[in-house]
């Protein structure tokens, strides 16, 4: 085997492999952006539903008293439901996490 050849065969497989790291790099800052923006929301849908529980100008007390427990049943749901996503997601953040240490640095060439 010619030594060029497998120089070139390694720097090959180098780039290729590069390629993968940078795509798999991006796809974690998008994940990490992704559980973000899901988390906030949660949060903005929670709120929103606690002031549609304050804004009933009803005439019928009991139909605003019922439009104000649904409307804080919803927000309580929002809560529960982000409480959840962030527990369900907290593993595998960590995980990503804790590779921001290595030395994966994608800008050199």
Sequence with gaps: MDNDSTL???RIEWCK?????MRWAEEVELLKEETRRIQQFFEWDAQ????R??????Q?????????AYAKH???LRR????SFKTSWADTLAFVDSFKDMDLDTSST
């Design 48 to 51: 929103r539903w606690d002031e």
């Design 53 to 58: 529980g304050l804004g009933n100008a009803l």
């Design 74 to 76: 919803q927000a309580i």
């Design 8 to 10: 070139e065969d390694m």
């Design 17 to 21: 492999a590069r390629a993968r790291v």
């Design 60 to 68: 019928d007390a009991d139909e605003c008293e019922g439009q104000m």
């Design 80 to 83: 529960m439901l982000a409480e």
